[in-house]
T-cell receptor, first 113, second 113 residues
């Protein structure tokens, strides 16, 4: 069974540009979660998508947005990039429901210069 | 609101010694609690989860955790540390009414040969 896949592995952008990060969940998983892991800040919850809808959002500005497609894959868009957006962005999926843990991808390392 | 606090950002143990990583939670309702491990340059892997069944939860790689409501704790233990246990460990709690998790700041475990 394929795991959660994220692309690209690394992304370098200039301040002010837009970044698009992609995530393919495990087959059968309907929920996708995005987290930001910045150096020294732990994992910060960004977004939760389930069945194509945004279900919950963390404390991030609106320039962080995303969507979930009918095949449950997801993309995260970050507009007007700032230097402090440099971080590892992790995607996770789960079958849905509170009893399940997440399966994480290996992440996209975004560097803003 | 739910939250978790991990005491000790760095823990060092000798190979073969007991591993104890501390996690305290704050929740107004019975929580769902999780422990994850992150190896360098990788995503997070689920070690174990507590979902209101048995209070002593056994996970992968010989780890276990005990849910203690009176102490609001969910500490992670392993009787004998192995070099391969060196990693960062995260405690997490599920947000009430949602499926997203809130993570602690992590504890980096170093195993000394």
């Amino acid at each position: 069974e394929a795991g959660v896949t994220q692309s690209p592995t690394h992304l370098i952008k200039t301040r002010g540009q837009q970044a698009t990060l992609r995530c393919s969940p495990i087959s059968g998983h309907t929920s996708v979660y995005w987290y930001q892991q910045a150096l020294g800040l732990g994992l910060q919850f960004l977004l939760w998508y389930d069945e194509g809808e945004e279900r919950n959002r963390g404390n991030f500005p609106p320039r962080f947005s995303g969507r979930q497609f009918p095949n449950y894959s997801s993309e995260l868009n970050v507009n007007a990039l700032e230097l402090e957006d440099s971080a590892l962005y992790l995607c996770a999926s789960s079958p849905g429901g509170p009893n399940y843990g997440y399966t994480f991808g290996s992440g996209t390392r975004l560097t803003v210069v | 609101a739910q939250s978790v606090t991990q005491l000790g950002s760095h823990v060092s143990v000798s190979e073969g010694a007991l591993v104890l990583l501390r996690c305290n939670y704050s929740s107004s309702v019975p929580p769902y609690l999780f422990w994850y491990v992150q190896y360098p340059n990788q995503g997070l892997q689920l070690l174990l989860k507590y979902t209101s069944a048995a209070t002593l939860v056994k996970g992968i790689n010989g780890f276990e955790a005990e849910f203690k409501k009176s102490e609001t704790s969910f500490h992670l233990t392993k009787p004998s540390a192995h070099m391969s246990d060196a990693a960062e460990y995260f405690c997490a709690v599920r947000q009430t009414g949602a499926n997203n998790l809130f993570f602690g700041t992590g504890t980096r475990l170093t195993v000394i040969p």
